[in-house]
């Protein structure tokens, strides 16, 4: 006998799709066979009216995903529920040729609308998972730089040991051939592959060649975007690569873009496919603040300015963007043939590059305003990891790439810190005896600043994780804000600056 509760949930879902205008209603029968199928119901009580007030969608696809694992349809993993809920909120979700269409007619009215509605859109289908990155921990850090954004992600889950195994032993797994691939619209999902049903990319054309706009399913802040090359090519930092920058800032001037730079240590964590990523927020070196300016030779129209931040980076602003192109592309090109062996930067070893940039673009009024930060990855056998990568004592923090957004100011801590912060909560108040073997240390140099008390111990904690991510990015500079590493930075400057 079939469960007419389902029945409702299904009306229900149909009709807030309606109301929301996601579904038309002239596709009304059409989404409730979809879903039927789905569930493995062969009929269904037309005479079902919609429940008053309507529950949410995402409440609605909760319901029916549980639905599927009562009557076994699918297993109670991650890769099947997401693949599940993926195919359910595809029914809300208009064909890429119609996210397209409405995209630019409503970018002709103005582009944050454009925007607001594609983002809108990736909310209401979960596409974005808003509840999981609801989970996500905040709190920020008074730095002599400025206040530092802290993030614990807890919205991405950690894959377990089983789902990489089972991912290892998919065959035929190479298709799509990676996360950032537009092969992935639409894409059912399987082991180590993401359900994408209702995933929607903009197409976006700079220079001739075809890009991809989206939205990152777990967004690290506000209207987190990825613009992807149409093709799976490694990542490259060029005078293309400014030029592109510029250029998507002109079309979205209320979003700022970045790159980040294109070698192992120092670049993101996809370095196979070439993609750059913006949003609309303020980080916190936006708000940086000029320790001087330089008078860059051959470009007098373009202020440029040393910024007082951990990482070494130059602001370029001017109205006209491709004078701060081309100034830009000069400290590049500069930078990317820089030694400098008594702050131990090399250009190459081995054969191998080692300096490179993070940029980041924006609009600033009218003008164009273009951050260039140095790095360089080189490694020694004090230091493996990297020499401007976060050191070993503060790794049990931070020890993944030092990316675009950490440059920014904004930490993306790994979620095991939600667990172990709490332990060493439990070990300072005496709760608890040990403490994970990474954290000890610290923990027993923290307890030197005792007693505490239960309801402000958190609070020192998160000021303590706030010290060792500025280290983090202080260790990711190339030049220190110490007199030696001043010095040093200067070196470089007189190679651009009037003579």
């Not at 995209?103 to 009215?109: A, D, L, N, P, V």
């Not at 509605?117 to 002599?144: G, P, V, W």
């Not at 130059?314 to 030694?339: F, G, H």
Request: aromatic share 8%; glycine share 6%; proline share 5%.
């Amino acid at each position: 006998m079939q469960d007419s509760s389902i029945d409702q949930v299904i009306r229900d879902f149909v009709s807030k799709g309606i109301a929301a205008h996601r579904i038309h209603s002239l596709d009304e029968r059409y989404a409730i066979n979809h879903l039927l199928g789905l569930l493995g119901i062969d009929a269904y009580d037309v005479q079902k009216i919609p429940s008053i007030p309507l529950p949410n969608l995402l409440d609605s696809l909760d319901r029916m995903v549980g639905y599927a694992v009562e009557k076994h349809l699918i297993t109670d993993v991650p890769e099947e529920i997401e693949i599940m809920e993926a195919q359910i909120m595809e029914l809300i979700t208009p064909l890429p040729s119609e996210v397209n269409k409405r995209f630019w007619m409503h970018y002709e009215e103005a582009p944050m609308r454009a925007t607001d509605e594609f983002y809108r859109l990736s909310q209401d289908n979960d596409y974005i998972k808003t509840r999981k990155i609801a989970r996500n921990k905040h709190f920020s850090f008074d730095s002599k730089y400025g206040k530092l954004e802290i993030t614990i992600n807890l919205s991405k889950p950690e894959k377990t040991r089983q789902q990489m195994e089972a991912a290892r032993a998919t065959e035929g797994g190479n298709y799509p051939v990676c996360a950032l691939c537009m092969e992935n619209e639409g894409y059912r999902g399987r082991a180590g592959a993401a359900a994408r049903s209702n995933h929607r990319i903009v197409r976006l054309p700079l220079f001739g060649e075809n890009w991809g706009f989206q939205y990152s399913p777990y967004s690290y802040y506000n209207e987190h975007c990825i613009i992807l090359s149409e093709e799976h090519v490694p990542m490259h930092v060029t005078e293309e690569t400014i030029a592109n920058l510029l250029e998507i800032v002109t079309l979205f001037p209320h979003y700022f873009i970045g790159s980040n730079a294109g070698l192992p240590i120092v670049g993101g964590s996809i370095l196979s496919h070439e993609h750059y990523q913006g949003g609309r927020h303020h980080f916190p070196m936006e708000a940086a603040k000029v320790l001087r300016t330089l008078a860059l030779e051959g470009f007098p129209e373009v202020e440029a300015e040393v910024l007082f931040w951990p990482l070494s980076v130059i602001r370029l602003r001017s109205e006209d963007r491709d004078v701060v192109a081309a100034a830009a592309c000069t400290i590049m090109e500069e930078w990317q043939n820089y030694s400098d062996p008594q702050a131990e930067i090399l250009a190459e070893s081995a054969g191998m590059r080692h300096n490179a940039v993070t940029l980041v673009a924006r609009r600033v009024g009218e003008a164009y305003e273009l951050d260039v930060v140095l790095r360089n990855n080189r490694t020694s056998e004090a230091f493996p990891d990297g020499i401007f990568h976060p050191h070993p004592d503060v790794q049990h923090i931070k020890k993944e790439n030092i990316g675009l957004i950490e440059v920014l100011g904004l930490a993306i801590l790994p979620p095991r810190l939600d667990t172990e912060l709490n332990e060493v909560a439990d070990y300072l108040l005496g709760k608890t005896a040990d403490v994970a073997s990474c954290h000890r240390e610290w923990a027993e140099e923290l307890k030197q600043q005792g007693p505490f008390e239960a309801d402000s111990v958190m609070e020192m904690i998160q000021e303590a994780v706030g010290e060792k991510f500025l280290r983090v990015i202080e260790d990711a500079g190339v030049y220190k804000q110490t007199p030696e590493g001043q010095a040093g930075f200067y070196r470089f400057l007189s190679t651009l600056e009037n003579k």
